[in-house]
């Protein structure tokens, strides 16, 4: 089994940095794609950003310039570097992972999703 666990979520004032982790275990051959999904209370959960395991990148519009993701594959963890944070980014983020067993089939695997909070 493999399980996701993450850390890094908390309340921050507007303008502040937060850096949330995700560390994948278990019974792992290799992780192709990382990510940041997001879910705010009322709303659809959303792709944040992304990253393959060459370090490819992909940010949703509304984090560009604000956000990094990163990874090192010797810990199969990934990062996500929140910075000038707004209310607006309050949400619970998911990690996720797609990871692929010893026998080459790929599972997607989630992050129970840490609470980010953005106030004042």
């Known amino acids: 089994q493999v399980q996701l666990v993450e850390s890094g979520g908390g309340l921050v004032q507007p303008g502040g940095s937060l850096r949330l982790s995700c560390a994948a275990s278990g019974i792992i051959f290799s992780i192709n794609a990382m990510g940041w999904y997001r879910q705010a209370p009322g709303k659809e959960r959303e792709l944040v950003a992304e990253?393959?395991?060459?370090?490819?990148?992909n940010y949703a519009d509304s984090v560009k310039g604000r956000f990094t993701i990163s990874r090192d594959n010797a810990k199969n963890t990934v990062y996500l570097q929140t910075n000038s944070l707004k209310p607006e980014d309050t949400a619970v983020y998911y990690c996720?992972?797609?990871?692929?067993?010893?026998?080459?089939?790929?599972?997607?695997?989630w992050g129970q999703g840490p609470q980010v909070t953005v106030s004042s």
């Open positions: 996720n992972a797609d990871v692929v067993t010893s026998n080459f089939r790929t599972f997607r695997y």
């Open positions: 990253i393959t395991s060459r370090g490819t990148t």
